[in-house]
């Protein structure tokens, strides 16, 4: 079974930084993209930032220049490095990740959500 498994959310002042991490675990072959999306209340799940297997990204507008994503292939782990955060960064921010299984066979995972607030 596959797992995301998130963590370093928290409470943070703006202007502050955070580093999110997301491991995938379970029995893969291999990963393909990997993301982070986010979702504050009353508002619809969005795409902050998004990596390929070759390393090239894409981000929101909003998050540019501010939010790096990255990942280790070899600890099949995303990161997301957040500075600079401004109170309309408050939201659960959730992994997800494209996953080559066995038997050819390949599926999209989502983490179980982390935390993060700013505070003004």
């Known amino acids: 079974q596959v797992q995301l498994v998130e963590s370093g959310g928290g409470l943070v002042q703006a202007g502050g930084s955070l580093r999110l991490s997301c491991a995938v675990s379970?029995?893969?072959?291999?990963?393909?993209?990997m993301a982070w999306y986010r979702q504050a209340p009353g508002k619809q799940r969005e795409l902050v930032a998004r990596?390929?297997?070759?390393?090239?990204?894409n981000y929101a507008d909003s998050v540019k220049g501010r939010f790096t994503i990255s990942r280790d292939n070899a600890k099949n782990t995303v990161y997301l490095q957040m500075n600079s955060l401004k109170p309309e960064d408050t939201a659960v921010y959730y992994c997800?990740?494209?996953?080559?299984?066995?038997?050819?066979?390949?599926?999209?995972?989502w983490g179980q959500g982390t935390q993060v607030t700013v505070s003004s």
């Open positions: 997800n990740a494209d996953v080559y299984l066995p038997a050819w066979a390949r599926s999209d995972y």
């Open positions: 379970g029995s893969i072959f291999g990963i393909n993209a």
């Open positions: 990596i390929t297997s070759g390393d090239n990204t």
